[in-house]
């Protein structure tokens, strides 16, 4: 194949430029249902954006309110039940309908197929359909919302959740909805990698992203079932009274926490493996240097997510389960800890010896080394029974899985976001506004959730509306630091958003990515690749050169020239 | 009425309220061992970054050596050092765990009842609270008990909690080594006032706490409140409402001095002879609509003494 | 491969794609797999991680299942004694039956026969709706004699009520398949009048299905009346034990049943009064209790034997839902096969959806043992 343009193939460009003027995904085709029904991984992985990044507003602002109403101890702006169902909504809001999506399906969509070499996912109809899925299941999320009385937690822990008023049965089934879009997700993945890879793409040449998504698939198809059948039996516990979580029956709540928790322990995990892949992808590019150790980060993902299965009884430690169940749990628990372990020291050595650069992604992705460590090393003392029983259900636990799931994906969403930014939409955004959201984002969170460990520690419930008058300080702070917080993300959407007016076109390589999307255009094509493509070493970063005319990075002139792909 | 938190005790160090039970130095040792360890591991990884960030900054004239990408030893190092230390937490862990679980054979036990919101004591000589009253340097097991949804008993400055599951007969125990008045909370959502469902642990010495307790468990001395007393300690009220509603006996709500149609086809007046019997032989008169359940009533004779159940029928007749 | 030459060959394959897409895929093969074969495997390894996430939405259940039989082996023989032997060993082998029709239109479907998938699928649909139709017959039956879920559980079996005619359960039931009845049989008729080869294919098998469904119901109707009178007598037999059973206890007991009651029946006691004795009762009960102990409910109570039919219900009814869902992806491979679609290098959507109905099969094989024969 010839390096430089041929002119049959300009010819073909200009061809093409006369029947469609700009042939990328975005604008290949036009009008409403040309997106409603489309059965481009791209767009629905866009889609799927627009849509959890709505979800992430409404929990961010249910969010703001709650600390809000914490300011000061007593009763607020809400009544107990007022308070109650914020934090109910908050919580199902940001688990089912962001996490849970945000990097799987809304960056996975976009990414896989491209970063495999693939023209698609292997059943584009089912993925259309998980995110009608997903819009079902948040349709009845937001039914919970408007009659306003959902307050069972996100949890719902039985009997609470079957005795108490309000749309439980709505909930439960946007979840079991949800769930199985969540399960054609991770099934099209799993398929999609295993028969879809181009030749030469073998299973150690595959980016760490897509090592996480399989992982993070594999959870998904495995866990999520178990979810969907006990959302079902919760309902039915609530209208056919078969009565299996209540003791009145012979049934047993506690029951109810292993069958939840055996989804949702491995569903922590769905939420952070992707988050990994990402940080694995970025941390190597922008030190423009290969991943250390890309053996252990993937195998540490397999590792993680089979772990993921046996340690669901960590959160029923002070629920009366037998002493050696306990034990046995607490043992499996730890097991985890070192492979997350393993990953961060990788991540840190990829560095070593690399070239640095600082871009917003990158900002990002040390926001998140630095909080994730304190969320992983924070665990060590829920895993460990003694402290556990002081810690257990206070806010210790509360800001323990927020630097996890919000400093550790979020975070790592946002980074992802900031780097395939202009792979998705073709334009540049703000360095410097990036940077600055990145920083205020970063200190706007460590001020918010520091001082919960040392609330929870000192005592404090979690789930309080109201509270004593000796955590009032601590509270406020937390509050201060929620609204900084909330201000870092608002500079972050003002700053991605105005790329979209005002942003220069985006090269093909912005950062010096050798994944394979880098190598398409910025948007890509409709069809990403014509002929299965050449597939190489993903984190080969030799071949590279910044070309200041494109203001990105292009193949060095020399390999050009040769043609050769090493 | 006081509020509860007026009297909130004060966090005695940075990360945790007074030590008041003899598992806490045990708790906050580990825990600040833990801490220090994270600490260790946190600065090492945090300088590292901060270190190769700026070592291996992107500049003019600076080309970074792409070569360093694994390292065996490395990778051993930095699994084999946190799975040793990660196996010490487990161990350590588990042994103050064991402790929190084993009590000693001896141990003065309070029945403890959770019910949307509040909490109930019953100590073994009959006595109710709401607080919890318990005396210093003695091991005390809590047998816990709900009524509706799952509580948790949480005491911080005795570092221990259990949740409280209906169904189930959940314990916990502790020795508390400090007097004083400490915070009890609910830590289980349990719906519109869980964060309301608070209580105080109040730790007195043996002498006080006998005090304290012989107090609780005497009668009040008005006939009526008497009476009201004894219907809620000696399981009346399990079968007999106040309100009117219909449990499993006729409610006594404006029942005294009413004409009632007995099982045998008579017609008689409920008055004070006819609680005295009822109480003391209950199957000998049936009322039409309860002869079914008549047997499910205990005799009383030999439990209640005569004042008793003078003090009773003044209740019964105050319910109009 | 350069970046510059990827832009252009994907230039390029813009400029063909309409016109080239078409002519190396037929139009069986999707136009983003390379081949048939990968097209297939594709298909196929989706196929089996959809039925590993059905084991595991089942195994939810089969694991309830297993705890509460363990914590209360009695309420599992006790009530098991209510399910029909031979209704369930009927629909056992109905399915089994129904297993080997669907392998046999998946060999047909390789084979090009696509006559033979039009006829083996149909007979997969009858098979299934016989099976509803006798379940529907075993549910109403069971509906009749308060045989519910837990909270709804008021057993009448003592004293069966003598219906006239058909149960009203059973009617509400019919309503469904009788329609589509009605329905299909018209669709046929106007199939033969306008000679119209392929409606006649598909509405042929799919009216002789709905009529199936009625079959299963006078099927089991038969077999329960037949039954009736020993099956009818076991059932008494074993309500008066538990009776007895329950008033033997109340007797020499009644001091503790006293106490027992109130307590474990928060739900028909649920005011603070009542409970408030149970606690004070219990009291001696509750200071002896082990750490941690389940409080045992009596075996005999009525809204403890629910828990059974609670769960019987429970798996049942999704495996029926499964059963319909068949019926449905049925329909579709029988609509496909009738417009001969298959052949030696497209007949994957046979295979999987043999597949899923192998699953649905296998399953009951489980739940029949597990609930209907227990001794």
């Known amino acids: 194949m010839s390096a430089v343009v041929t002119p049959g193939s300009v010819q073909t460009a200009e061809h093409s430029q006369s029947h469609r003027p700009d042939p990328n995904y975005l604008t290949h085709t036009k009008g409403f249902l040309s997106w409603a029904l489309t059965l481009d991984h791209k767009r629905i992985g866009l889609m799927y954006l627009v849509g959890i990044l709505t ?25 107990n039940d007022g308070y109650n169902q914020l934090f109910t909504l908050h919580g199902a809001v940001m688990v089912f309908l962001f996490i849970i999506p945000s990097v799987p399906a809304a960056l996975g969509n976009f990414l896989v197929p491209v970063m495999l070499g693939a023209k698609d996912v292997a059943f584009p109809r089912l993925n259309l359909s998980s995110f009608y899925l997903w819009l079902a299941g948040t349709a009845f999320f937001l039914v919970a919302l408007f009659s306003t009385g959902l307050d069972t937690g996100w949890t719902f822990y039985t009997p609470y959740s079957t005795l108490t008023q309000g749309p439980v049965v709505a909930a439960t089934m946007g979840v079991f909805i949800l769930g199985f879009s969540s399960i054609f997700t991770g099934l099209n993945f799993i398929v999609t990698i295993n028969t879809m890879r181009p030749p030469g793409m073998t299973w150690f040449r595959m980016p760490l992203f897509l090592w996480a998504t399989y992982a993070t698939s594999i959870i998904q198809v495995l866990a999520t079932p178990v979810l969907g059948i006990t959302v079902l039996l919760l309902a039915a516990e609530r209208v056919l009274k078969i009565g299996i979580f209540d003791p009145a029956y012979n049934g047993d709540p506690v029951a109810f926490q292993h069958f939840f928790w055996f989804y949702s322990h491995p569903a922590v995990y769905i939420m952070i493996l992707p988050a990994m892949g990402i940080i694995s992808e970025l941390m190597s590019v922008h030190s423009h240097k290969a991943i250390f150790g890309y053996r252990m980060i993937a195998y540490s993902s397999v590792a993680i997510a089979l772990f993921g299965f046996l340690v669901w009884g960590h959160h029923m430690f002070t629920s009366g389960m037998a002493e050696v169940t306990t034990i046995i749990f607490s043992a499996l628990t730890f097991t985890v800890s070192i492979p997350s372990a393993i990953k961060v020291f990788n991540w840190l050595f990829t560095m070593y010896q690399g070239t640095v650069s600082m871009v917003t992604p990158m900002c990002y992705a040390l926001a998140f080394l630095f909080l994730f460590t304190i969320g992983g090393l924070t665990g060590l003392f829920l895993g460990s029974l003694s402290t556990d029983r002081h810690l257990h259900d206070t806010y210790f636990v509360v800001a323990h899985f927020h630097y996890v799931m919000m400093g550790g994906t979020l975070i790592a969403f946002l980074g992802g976001l900031f780097h395939w930014w202009p792979k998705m939409i073709g334009k540049m955004y703000n360095e410097l506004g990036g940077q600055i959201s990145a920083l205020v984002v970063f200190i706007g969170f460590n001020l918010t959730f520091l001082p919960q460990f040392v609330m929870g520690s000192r005592g404090m419930p979690r789930r309080y509306a109201q509270y004593d008058k000796e955590f009032e300080f601590l509270h406020q702070l937390s509050t201060v630091g929620a609204f900084v917080l909330g201000m870092g993300l608002f500079i972050a959407a003002g700053v991605l958003l105005s790329s979209l007016f005002r942003g220069r076109k985006a090269p093909a390589n912005p950062w010096g990515g050798d994944t394979l999307e880098w190598h398409c255009e910025s948007p890509p094509p409709f069809y990403n690749f014509l002929r299965p493509p050449v597939v190489k070493d993903p984190y080969d970063y030799s071949r590279l050169v910044y070309d200041n005319r494109v203001g990105g990075y292009v193949e060095r002139p020399e390999d050009r020239a040769s043609g050769s792909h090493k | 009425m006081i509020q509860p938190w007026l009297l909130a005790d004060e966090p005695a160090s940075f990360w945790f309220p007074e030590q008041a039970s003899t598992f806490a130095p045990e708790v906050d040792f580990f825990f600040h061992a833990v801490l220090w360890i994270c600490i260790v591991f946190f600065t090492l990884i945090v300088a590292g970054m901060i270190y190769f960030v700026w070592k291996f900054r992107q500049r003019p004239g600076y080309q970074g050596s792409p070569e360093a990408l694994h390292n065996n030893t490395l990778e051993i190092t930095w699994t084999v050092i946190p799975t040793l230390i990660v196996v010490w937490i487990f161990v350590r862990g588990v042994y103050g765990y064991l402790d929190m679980m084993s009590p000693p054979t001896e141990t003065y036990d309070i029945e403890v009842k959770a019910t949307q919101w509040n909490w109930s004591f019953k100590y073994p000589n009959g006595a109710l609270s709401n607080d919890l009253h318990i005396p210093i340097n003695k091991p005390i097991k809590l047998i816990m008990r709900s009524e509706d949804v799952i509580h948790s008993l949480f005491i911080p400055a005795f570092r221990c909690k259990t949740d409280i599951v209906p169904g189930r007969l959940n314990t916990m125990w502790f020795q508390a080594i400090k007097e004083g008045s400490f915070d009890l909370y609910c830590t289980e959502y349990c719906g519109t006032k869980h964060s309301l469902m608070q209580a105080m642990t109040v730790v007195q010495s043996q002498e006080q706490f006998d005090a304290w307790l012989a107090e609780a468990s005497k009668p009040p001395e008005d006939p009526i409140e008497w009476g009201k007393w004894l219907y809620e300690r000696q399981g009346c009220k399990g079968c007999h409402s106040i309100d009117g509603s219909l449990v499993v006996g006729p409610s006594f709500k404006g029942s005294f001095g009413t004409s009632m149609d007995m099982s045998d086809g008579q017609k008689v007046t409920m008055d004070e002879q006819y609680i005295r019997n009822s109480i003391l032989n209950p199957q000998s008169q049936a009322r039409v609509n309860f002869a079914a359940k008549i047997n499910q009533m205990n005799s009383y004779a030999g439990k209640l003494k005569e004042e008793e159940i003078s003090a009773l029928t003044a209740f019964i007749k105050s319910l109009k | 491969m350069s970046a510059t030459e990827l832009d252009a060959s994907h230039n390029h394959s813009h400029g063909h794609d309409d016109h080239g897409h078409d002519h190396d895929h037929p139009a069986w093969l999707a136009h983003h797999f390379d081949d048939a074969e990968q097209q297939f495997d594709s298909g196929k390894l989706g196929i089996w991680l959809f039925l590993i996430t059905e084991v595991l939405f089942f195994s939810g259940m089969f694991c309830a299942y297993a705890m509460y039989r363990s914590l209360h082996p009695e309420i599992w023989t006790f009530s098991s004694q209510f399910l029909n032997e031979t209704l369930g060993a009927i629909n056992t082998g109905v399915l089994l039956f129904s297993s080997l029709t669907m392998a046999w239109a998946v060999r047909c479907a390789m084979l090009g026969q696509n006559r033979g998938v039009v006829a083996c699928t149909g007979m997969t649909i009858a098979c299934a709706a016989i099976f509803l139709g006798v379940k529907a017959v075993e549910y109403s039956h069971k509906i009749d004699l308060g045989l519910l879920p837990a909270g709804f559980y008021v057993p009448q079996v003592a004293h069966p009520e003598h219906h006239e005619g058909l149960s009203k359960w059973l009617i509400y039931f019919m309503i469904v398949p009788g329609l589509l009845l009605v329905v299909l049989t018209a669709w046929y008729g106007q199939a033969v009048a306008t000679a119209n080869a392929v409606q006649k294919q598909i509405a042929g098998p799919l009216s002789v299905s709905a009529l199936c469904f009625f079959l299963g119901v006078g099927l089991g109707l038969y077999l329960e009346s037949g039954e009736a009178a020993e099956h009818g007598d076991k059932a008494h037999a074993a309500a008066a034990d538990s009776h007895d059973a329950a008033h033997a206890e109340g007797d020499h007991a009644h001091e503790e049943a006293h106490a027992s009651d109130a307590a474990h029946e928060p739900k028909d006691a649920a005011t603070p009064a009542a409970t408030e004795s149970a606690s004070t009762d219990s009291h001696a009960d509750a200071s002896h209790a082990a750490d941690n102990e389940i ?47 298959f052949h030696s290098e497209y007949f994957g959507p046979v295979d999987y959806v043999g597949l899923y109905w192998h699953l649905v099969d296998f399953i009951w094989i489980y739940l029949f043992p597990l609930l209907y024969l227990i001794t």
């Not at chain 1, 992430?56 to 702006?77: D, H, K, T, W, Y």
């Not at chain 3, 039919?309 to 496909?336: D, E, P």
Request: aromatic share 12%; net charge neutral.
């Open chain 1, 55 to 79: 979800s992430f507003l409404l929990g961010g602002i249910l969010a703001l309110l709650l600390r809000a109403e914490l300011f000061f101890p007593g009763e607020q702006m809400f009544s």
């Open chain 3, 295 to 341: 409080i045992s409910p009596d075996v005999n109570k009525p809204n403890a034997a629910g828990l059974f039919f609670s769960i019987y219900y429970c798996m049942t009814g999704v495996h029926a839902i499964h059963i319909i869902a068949g019926i449905l992806v049925l329909t579709w491979v029988l609509v496909k096969a009738a417009q001969g679609q």
